[in-house]
């Protein structure tokens, strides 16, 4: 009877391991792989590119406003020229001139009206919007300089506005970034072409062979003939797709880097798009003018009571200005670091996470090279996707900085080290002396509005749910800054992202930095890597965040 039963235990055993096995086969058969960026798993590949559809769950976490992309980025429309490259806006020719008659002096904390007329290459007045100027009140003696608002009204005028906040001279300068009839070129081009950069996938087999594919946010834009292998994030369900290697598998893939720039315009899109009609200052229309001075004991400066740095205070228009190469919010009071002491003092017992592109990359570095007691700690990690970190023992602080994980123009830099931004907020308990930094928008200008709102849709979850289990951490989002001038990156496609970043976290408690106006407030060159004078104040201004008294 022993052996009957010992025969039926095992009969048993092998009865159910069968049937796992049974299941595990079948799951394996049917089930379809989640794919995941750590690390680089895939689904099957196919043979012709799936078809790729917008989940709609992806964007109600958005506010209303954002899911409206037509409402968030309305831009005034251009009537067609027919190819009339003089039809199209001139910086040569058009022309500015005050509102009203002009002052000997004008009051301090008033207000500077100016209507700009655009023109044709024939001198004609333009009958419709949509051209992008830079308005600028400048006082360069004083090393002062303020945006001034450009009002579109959408017949070929203008209406510039400028808050007069210095004592002293002041100068007004107006830039015809884009003409209408180049902006038009490149709302079609964002809108239709589904990406204008490609990236390059590396692919290792055990034996060590390479093969190097295209990749991309789509698989129609990979160059694909046959099957592609598609990569799907765990943490924000976004989509990544590489062709598939001859001899090896998906599974394989092991490093990314920058890839090609596409031919994307014609002959008469690259004439509305040249540097002799972009970013031009246009004639001098008015002369300088003078501010009057303040009353006996009041400051020069005219700042109003303003409450301290903290997440959540409206935004203001504009949010600040300089003066003495200093900025000055106008939303909030903030303060100026101008030694190493009162840095340490701020970030002290503090981990501070920075999480973007390579413009919050020079916050830590500008830290970094400003801190002597600062010391890198060599994490062997490509230096244009990180991880970074850098660490101060003795006041308890540490600063961290990651590249946001594809798409990503950088150097070739293994895939297991592109963490979403998603993932990286996942994974973070919060509290008050933690600071999460967001930065990006550069690397998303050569996609659809739809690829960064897709993005938006996932971050601005995270920050959410970081926020709920722990309302004390500070988020401080970074607008992108101006400085790109062409169809791959230009100001226009920047200053689409920074909408929908702002209407993204408007209902958060975050803080914001407008790195917008910051780089185009001042005489000084746009470039997409700001000099240390705005990276500077920039950083003051995080950390007027963190220590607001």
């Given at each position: 009877?022993?052996?009957?039963?010992?025969?039926?235990?095992?009969?048993?055993?092998?009865?159910?391991?069968?049937?796992?096995?049974?299941?595990?086969?079948?799951?394996?058969?049917?089930?379809?792989?989640?794919?995941?960026?750590?690390?680089?798993?895939?689904?099957?590949?196919?043979?012709?590119?799936?078809?790729?559809?917008?989940?709609?769950?992806?964007?109600?976490?958005?506010?209303?406003?954002?899911?409206?992309?037509?409402?968030?980025?309305?831009?005034?429309?251009?009537?067609?020229?027919?190819?009339?490259?003089?039809?199209?806006?001139?910086?040569?020719?058009?022309?500015?001139?005050?509102?009203?008659?002009?002052?000997?002096?004008?009051?301090?904390?008033?207000?500077?009206?100016?209507?700009?007329?655009?023109?044709?290459?024939?001198?004609?007045?333009?009958?419709?919007g949509g051209d992008l100027f830079r308005a600028q009140l400048l006082g360069p003696e004083l090393k002062a300089g303020v945006p001034g608002d450009v009002r579109d009204l959408e017949n070929g005028t203008y209406l510039l506005s400028f808050p007069l906040l210095w004592s002293g001279q002041a100068q007004v300068q107006v830039r015809l970034i884009h003409s209408s009839e180049a902006i038009g070129v490149l709302r079609r081009i964002w809108r239709e072409k589904r990406a204008t950069v490609d990236f390059r996938g590396y692919f290792r087999g055990p034996t060590g062979t390479i093969e190097t594919m295209i990749c991309n946010v789509h698989p129609e834009s990979t160059g694909a003939t046959g099957p592609i292998c598609q990569y799907r994030d765990v943490d924000s369900g976004e989509l990544w797709f590489c062709a598939q290697p001859s001899t090896l598998p998906c599974n394989s893939l092991v490093g990314h880097s920058k890839g090609s720039y596409l031919n994307v315009t014609t002959l008469h899109d690259e004439a509305l798009l040249a540097w002799e009609v972009t970013d031009k200052v246009l004639p001098q229309g008015i002369s300088p003018i003078q501010i009057g001075m303040a009353a006996p004991g009041h400051s020069s400066l005219a700042l109003s009571q303003r409450p301290p740095c903290s997440p959540g205070l409206p935004a203001t228009k504009p949010s600040g200005f300089y003066h003495g190469d200093v900025w000055h919010s106008l939303s909030c009071s903030s303060r100026s670091f101008s030694t190493v002491d009162s840095i340490l003092g701020c970030l002290a017992d503090h981990v501070v996470h920075m999480m973007g592109d390579s413009?919050?990359?020079?916050?830590?570095?500008?830290?970094?090279?400003?801190?002597?007691?600062?010391?890198?700690?060599?994490?062997?990690?490509?230096?244009?996707?990180?991880p970074l970190m850098a660490v101060e023992t003795t006041q308890n602080i540490v600063l961290h900085w990651r590249a946001h994980s594809w798409p990503l123009r950088s150097y070739p830099t293994p895939v297991a080290s592109l963490h979403s931004v998603v993932r990286q907020l996942g994974g973070l308990a919060g509290g008050p002396h933690t600071v999460v930094v967001?930065?990006?928008?550069?690397?998303?200008?050569?996609?659809?509005?739809?690829?960064?709102?897709?993005?938006?849709?996932?971050?601005?979850?995270?920050?959410?749910?970081?926020?709920?289990?722990?309302?004390?951490?500070?988020?401080?989002?970074?607008?992108?800054?101006?400085?790109?001038?062409?169809?791959?990156?230009?100001?226009?496609?920047?200053?689409?992202?920074?909408?929908?970043?702002?209407?993204?976290?408007?209902?958060?408690?975050?803080?914001?930095?407008?790195?917008?106006?910051?780089?185009?407030?001042?005489?000084?060159?746009?470039?997409?890597?700001?000099?240390?004078?705005?990276?500077?104040?920039?950083?003051?201004?995080?950390?007027?965040?963190?220590?607001?008294?």
């Open positions: 009877m022993g052996l009957f039963m010992e025969q039926c235990k095992r009969y048993k055993i092998l009865t159910v391991v069968l049937v796992f096995l049974i299941w595990v086969l079948y799951c394996r058969m049917t089930w379809p792989d989640s794919t995941t960026l750590r690390p680089p798993s895939y689904q099957p590949a196919c043979k012709s590119a799936p078809k790729f559809t917008e989940s709609p769950s992806l964007l109600e976490s958005l506010p209303k406003e954002l899911a409206k992309l037509t409402h968030v980025l309305y831009w005034p429309p251009t009537p067609g020229n027919k190819g009339d490259l003089l039809a199209s806006t001139s910086p040569q020719n058009s022309t500015y001139h005050l509102k009203g008659p002009a002052q000997a002096s004008y009051a301090l904390g008033g207000y500077l009206e100016v209507i700009l007329v655009a023109r044709d290459h024939q001198g004609r007045p333009k009958t419709h413009t919050l990359q020079q916050w830590w570095e500008y830290l970094f090279d400003t801190v002597p007691s600062l010391k890198i700690l060599n994490l062997h990690a490509t230096y244009q996707a990180g967001l930065g990006m928008g550069a690397h998303f200008t050569t996609f659809p509005p739809s690829v960064f709102v897709r993005r938006l849709a996932g971050i601005r979850a995270a920050v959410a749910a970081l926020l709920a289990r722990e309302p004390r951490t500070l988020v401080v989002i970074k607008l992108a800054n101006t400085g790109y001038k062409s169809v791959y990156g230009s100001d226009w496609f920047t200053l689409q992202i920074n909408r929908l970043l702002q209407a993204a976290f408007a209902d958060l408690r975050v803080a914001f930095v407008d790195a917008w106006e910051m780089t185009s407030s001042l005489a000084v060159p746009d470039n997409i890597h700001p000099g240390r004078l705005i990276v500077r104040n920039e950083v003051d201004l995080l950390l007027s965040f963190i220590c607001p008294t």
